[in-house]
């Protein structure tokens, strides 16, 4: 079996196995709080019920009105600044979904936009990471250059490690600042923003959703868009590295099946035309061609040494894995008529045929 299509099959085998680690630790670690943050959530709705005397109907249109008015309460999502974010989440494919179109006509703009604008942005992130990483080959020379290194060469190792921490300073620098402009712990914020450099996008936390920040922090709702696509870029080039190095896997395992296969070629045997002889040579039947009539056989090829045997009329026999030619030196004998040549040739072949015969017999009873 070929190394990529080992490769492709430990691949899927590892994503699965992947996916049941982590179904049985998600399951270990969030059942049980599921489970208890349920009953508590029970407990406090039976206890607002009770202490208001709130029909169930009331509470569930309460409920309803709760939770379809929540993306309104601190920030009016479709201005502009905030239609400008949504668009952003849309095109990068995140997709938060704390608010999303309510009209007929916005969805359906929603989605030739989103068909159009993720295709372009992920081209955009992609080329621009293509060119980070060549500005970051390009510097890295120069310092291997300023500390007189003897090898200056950059390699996909070097690209790998650079990027991944780029990827992690950046990380660790917009959760310090999310954590300290809303007010969430410094897991969170990173958690924040590793869900969305990574187009997750679970929605459970988001940026610029109280006190109206888009209109009152200007910087703030700056720094919100720039960090999102200073990071995807950072990210894709980190990701466009990683799939380098798996396509020149594949491609290094390429080359050296072709190269493989060039060997063998050359060291094949040409069962059409060669004859394997005695000392393990191979002997072109391309050397001679037959110049006379062939004669049809079903013996094998000898495996003796000699290719070649001379019959005593001056006629040449040579193997063949596919027949016996008989090459024939015809002479012409002066004052002899064509009937008679043809009769004599036909003698000749006939008995040069069977001394041929007896004695390739006596050559392999002798072996």
């Known amino acids: ?182 007010g969430w712990t410094y897991v969170d914020a990173f958690y924040y923003s590793f869900i969305t450099l990574t187009t997750i996008g679970f929605g459970d936390f988001v940026a610029l959703q109280q006190d109206n920040m888009v209109q009152s922090k200007p910087h703030y709702f700056a720094f919100s868009i720039l960090f999102i696509l200073f990071g995807l870029t950072v990210i894709s080039a980190a990701m466009n590295l990683l799939v380098l190095r798996f396509l020149t896997m594949n491609t290094a395992d390429e080359l050296r099946d072709e190269r493989e296969a060039a060997v063998a070629a050359r060291n094949a045997v040409h069962l059409e035309g060669d004859v394997i002889t005695g000392n393990n040579g191979v002997v072109s039947n391309l050397q001679e061609q037959p110049i006379g009539p062939i004669v049809e056989d079903t013996l094998s090829v000898c495996s003796c040494s000699c290719y070649k045997w001379r019959s005593p009329t001056d006629k040449v026999y040579s193997t063949s894995p596919m027949a016996n030619h008989l090459r024939r030196k015809f002479k012409a004998k002066k004052g002899m008529d064509s009937h008679e040549y043809s009769k004599d040739a036909e003698s000749n072949i006939s008995e040069d045929t069977d001394s041929f015969i007896n004695w390739q017999r006596d050559k392999r009873a002798s072996l």
């Open 1 to 182: 079996m070929k190394r990529q299509n080992v490769r492709t099959l430990s691949l899927i085998v590892c994503t699965f196995t992947y996916l049941l680690i982590g179904a049985a630790v998600f399951d270990a670690l969030e059942s049980e709080y599921e489970l208890e943050n349920k009953r508590r959530l029970l407990e406090e709705e039976d206890e607002i019920l009770t202490r208001y005397n709130i029909s169930d109907s009331d509470f569930k249109a309460i409920r309803h009105n709760v939770i379809w008015s929540r993306p309104y309460k601190e920030v009016t999502q479709w201005k502009f600044g905030g239609a400008l974010y949504l668009s952003l989440v849309v095109v990068a494919a995140i997709g938060y979904g704390h608010s999303t179109p309510k009209t007929i006509g916005g969805k359906l703009f929603c989605m030739c936009y989103a068909l159009a604008g993720i295709p372009l942005c992920m081209i955009m992130f992609q080329s621009v990471g293509e060119r980070l990483n060549t500005f970051v080959t390009f510097a890295l020379r120069q310092v291997k250059k300023c500390f007189r290194l003897k090898n200056k060469e950059v390699t996909q190792t070097d690209l790998i490690f650079i990027t991944m921490n780029l990827s992690t300073l950046i990380l660790t620098c917009g959760a310090l600042v999310f954590s300290h402009v809303e």
